[in-house]
């Protein structure tokens, strides 16, 4: 079993940055690939972004590349999601999942899931 904690997550202005963190517990931190989902109102929750299991791959939804980068700290078991210049769009639940395999986690059928931060992006 692995437990997923999420935290950071808040109000900013459009334009503004926050880091997203989820400290894992349980079984080897380095034996699962990781990554966020987000679910805005109304919608299906969408993959954002994935690492795997040593950092050295990562995968980014069209609409964060170039603003979201994804990394991970084996040692302290913990993963992030550095957002920057953040738009409206970005407001939603964000998740953070695990899986010992990439393409379950980015097919949003990950063994783990974590309960959510919410990040609110006003205009």
């Known amino acids: 079993q692995v437990q997923l904690v999420e935290s950071g997550g808040g109000l900013v202005q459009a334009g503004g940055s926050l880091r997203l963190s989820c400290a894992a517990s349980?079984?080897?931190?380095?034996?699962?690939?990781m990554g966020w989902f987000r679910q805005a109102p109304g919608k299906e929750r969408e993959f954002v972004a994935g690492?795997?299991?040593?950092?050295?791959?990562?995968y980014y939804a069209d609409s964060v590349k170039g603003r979201f980068t994804i990394s991970r700290d084996n040692a302290k078991n913990t993963m992030y999601l550095q957002m920057n210049s953040l738009e409206s769009e970005d407001t939603a639940v964000y998740y953070c999942?695990?899986?010992?395999?990439?393409?379950?986690?980015?097919?949003?059928?990950?063994?783990?899931w974590g309960q959510g931060t919410q990040v609110t992006v006003s205009s």
């Open positions: 999942n695990a899986d010992e395999w990439m393409s379950d986690l980015r097919a949003g059928v990950p063994d783990y």
């Open positions: 349980g079984r080897a931190f380095s034996g699962y690939a």
């Open positions: 690492i795997s299991r040593l950092g050295g791959s990562t």
